[in-house]
């Protein structure tokens, strides 16, 4: 199988979703489908939601070429059929509401969908679970990514910068293992729909991208560590995603502590707090992507030396910490940011 150039797999992605997402900010400002900022929100202005529909078309279209030229279309369609499924509902969602059981229940069929066209071989937890036990466990945090990755679209620019540093950190994992092929093609793919949201969603953003692009994302993103895990590339797997894990996870348990209603909006999350304190989307942003680069760096490194694990939760402690302490930078919050 060829390996497909960086300039296919990345750059034509990023050309695709600039433009697709520039189309769907249009569209969306026509139709008057805007987010309206309330007291929960981290943005002052009413701003279009709805990017999603631009960037899922785009992802899946990148991958669809890459699947078709590596011969990898058995285990992707139904991938892609479930992510186009999730998309519907989510956007339905965006402009009415769906239950959350429902939106549970799509969730886990999608996710049921997916698990059953990973090949068999392909064993997240590298045999260490029978295949039935790993499938399950696979599918339960499969599903808690896609929730979290939803959760924690809270400000601008915070998802198009995980989803960057997620699909560059597992190229350079899959090349680091001398694996390149059609994998870190998706990856690469990923990373460059990012970069094309970026461009709208930066703060301030002027487009977000709402529950049809939240919810696909993760459940795609979800399904591409889930399939480094499979090829051996657990560490990795683990380590790219650790700050949005940890993030969503503490906040939850704590408003499970607190006996909260975990499906209502709120703005508890660490990132949440440092954009309060500071004022700043931009620089939060910011932060994060300098952690996650960390977390690549040390995922990498750990290839040769497994002692540059630690540098993961040390780099997660840190700025979490951050997060939770930062000074008041400016008085008020500046316009924008993501629902």
């Known amino acids: 199988m060829s390996i497909l150039t960086p300039f296919l797999c990345l750059f034509l992605p990023f050309l695709l979703a600039l433009g697709l997402v520039g189309a769907a900010t249009w569209w969306l400002k026509r139709r008057q489908v805007m987010d309206q900022p309330n007291e929960r929100s981290s943005h002052t ?21 890459t699947g078709l030229v590596a011969g990898d279309m058995d285990t992707l369609w139904p991938t892609i059929a479930a992510a186009l499924a999730l998309a519907v509902i989510s956007w339905a969602d965006d402009l009415g509401g769906v239950p959350p059981g429902w939106r549970l229940l799509a969730q886990v069929l999608a996710v049921a ?31 808690w990514f896609v929730n979290l990755f939803n959760f924690m679209d809270g400000i601008d620019g915070i998802s198009a910068v995980e989803t960057l540093c997620l699909g560059l950190g ?26 094309g949201f970026i461009a709208w ?27 480094a895990a499979g090829d051996g590339l657990w560490l990795p797997a683990l380590i790219l995603p650790l700050y949005y894990l940890s993030d969503a996870t503490l906040t939850l348990a704590k ?49 040769t030396d497994p002692s540059w694990v630690v ?29």
């Open 45 to 65: 202005l009413p701003t279009p939601r709805g990017g999603g529909l631009g960037v899922v078309p785009a992802l899946l279209g990148a991958w669809a070429v």
């Open 113 to 143: 969908v997916g698990l059953s066209a990973l090949p068999s071989e392909a064993l997240v937890f590298q045999g260490w679970l029978p295949h039935w036990l790993d499938r399950f466990v696979a599918g339960l945090a499969w599903v």
């Open 170 to 195: 597992l190229a350079a994992a899959y090349f680091a293992a001398g694996l390149m092929g059609f994998m870190s093609s998706y990856a690469l793919a990923l990373a460059g729909v990012a970069l």
């Open 201 to 227: 969603n930066w703060h301030p953003a002027r487009v977000f991208l709402g529950d049809v692009g939240s919810v696909p994302l993760g459940f795609l993103s979800g399904w591409l560590l889930l399939r």
């Open 255 to 303: 408003r499970l502590w607190r006996r909260e209603p975990v499906w209502q909006a709120h703005r508890q999350h660490f990132y949440q707090q440092a954009v309060r304190r500071l004022g700043r989307h931009d620089l939060v942003a910011l932060a994060i992507l300098a952690a996650n680069a960390a977390l690549a760096a040390s995922a990498i490194l750990s290839f």
């Open 311 to 339: 540098v993961a939760p040390i780099t997660v402690a840190a700025l979490l910490a951050w997060m939770a302490h930062a000074k008041t930078a400016s008085k008020g919050q500046a316009n924008g940011g993501a629902a």
